[in-house]
């Protein structure tokens, strides 16, 4: 009971699956709450471990995340850290995009977190944790047919610094936009493939290289540490300076 417990939306695959093993690393306990059971399954499978626990939630039913932090309590009795992960993404034409793929996208990416941080807000304010918001530089930069997926995350954005006001001084709210990040092997059985990438590819990132799950576990790590609790309403660019970078065609 005297670990500090991580939540990760989301958590069996990509870059919350990374973050997870990564505190894991540093013994703390760590829960998914998660929608994919064959990819919850398997990240159990594979941790094989008591300081883990897989929860089956879809982060935007307000009943499946009272559920859950009910479960992460009574598995492990505190909740120190919210990483609100869980994403999708319904890419279409404005003509091609119903109000019902427009919807479920702002669903799951930005009502999810509104309530995942609304049920964890005692616990975390009791002991004084912190929430991390995966935000993304879709937020600030588009490519076509993004318009749910950008909106959404313009609105974690938006909702991590709104959070941080209104939670301060006990929790603190930052959130992190990651880039390009290869996450092609941080995936379920039958998808992880490692992916290849082009000279160009790496190459048009200003730090050499496409991202990897590791860099965003890292910041992170760094953003639940007490000893950084001068750091709230925040967000992290993590994208190899790509959105710092003018191209001309």
Not at 141 to 158: D, I, L, P, R
Not at 206 to 217: H, L, M, V
């Amino acid at each position: 009971m005297n670990k500090k417990v991580i939540v990760v939306t989301g958590g069996a695959q990509g870059i919350g699956r990374k973050i997870v093993t990564h505190f894991l690393r540093y013994r703390w306990k760590s829960v998914i709450w998660e929608i994919d059971s064959l990819a919850g399954d398997d990240l159990t499978n594979d941790l094989n471990q008591p300081d883990f626990l897989n929860v089956k939630c879809n982060v935007a039913v307000e009943d499946e995340v009272k559920n859950a932090v009910r479960l992460t309590l009574e598995r492990f009795g505190r909740i120190d850290v919210l990483v609100n992960n869980a994403a999708i993404q319904c890419n279409k034409p404005l003509s091609s995009l119903s109000l019902l793929d427009w919807q479920k996208v702002i669903d799951v990416n930005l009502t999810g977190p509104f309530l995942c941080s609304k049920y964890c807000e005692t616990e975390l304010k009791r002991n004084r944790g912190s929430i991390i918001n995966i935000c993304s530089t879709r937020a600030f930069q588009s490519e076509c047919n993004t318009e749910a997926y950008s909106a959404s995350k313009g609105g974690v954005f938006s909702l991590t610094h709104a959070l941080a006001v209104s939670l301060g001084p006990d929790i603190r709210v930052n959130s992190i936009s990651p880039g390009w990040i290869d996450q092609s092997e941080e995936q379920k059985s039958g998808v992880a493939k490692k992916e290849f990438f082009s000279d160009e590819d790496h190459l048009q990132h200003p730090a050499g290289r496409i991202g990897k799950t590791d860099d965003i576990a890292r910041i992170a790590w760094f953003l639940s540490q007490p000893e950084n609790s001068f750091i709230t309403a925040q967000n992290f660019v993590v994208d190899g300076g790509m959105t710092r970078k003018m191209i001309y065609l």
